[in-house]
């Protein structure tokens, strides 16, 4: 399956955007996709995933501002993010496999397949 991400921006602090993870050659609800980031000299971080089931995860620090979001017949996996923040500044990027497991979830060594990465640059 390839990937392609793309909505990333500058926005002011306390803005919005929605990130896009458009999959093409297979389909996307077979697989659990999950969105990290990687900050400046930062290790790339968990940010929310999505199951098959259409059941959602997100890191605590991410809860209640992070949506993550599935659109099967646009073959689509969105994150809507609000309520930004200057740490929320870096690369996205989203990623899917069909072998995730629930205690790997979080670890993005266990995803074969990513998007390119889309920059998020959140000003204070």
């Known amino acids: 399956v390839q990937l392609q991400a793309s909505g990333g921006g500058l926005v002011q602090a306390g803005g919005s955007l929605r990130l896009s993870c458009a999959a093409s050659g297979r389909t996307f609800s077979n697989y659990v996709v999950g969105w990290f980031r990687q900050a400046p000299g930062k290790e790339r971080e968990f940010v929310a995933a999505?199951?098959?089931?259409?059941?959602?995860y997100y890191a605590d620090s991410k809860k209640g501002r992070f949506t993550v979001s599935r659109d099967k017949a646009k073959n689509t996996v969105y994150l809507q993010m609000n309520s930004l923040k200057p740490e929320d500044t870096a690369v996205y990027y989203c990623?899917?496999?069909?072998?995730?497991?629930?205690?790997?979830?979080?670890?993005?060594?266990?995803?074969?397949?990513w998007g390119q990465g889309t920059q998020v640059t959140v000003s204070s």
């Open positions: 999505i199951w098959r089931s259409g059941a959602t």
């Open positions: 990623a899917a496999d069909q072998s995730v497991i629930m205690s790997s979830m979080t670890s993005p060594q266990y995803y074969n397949y």
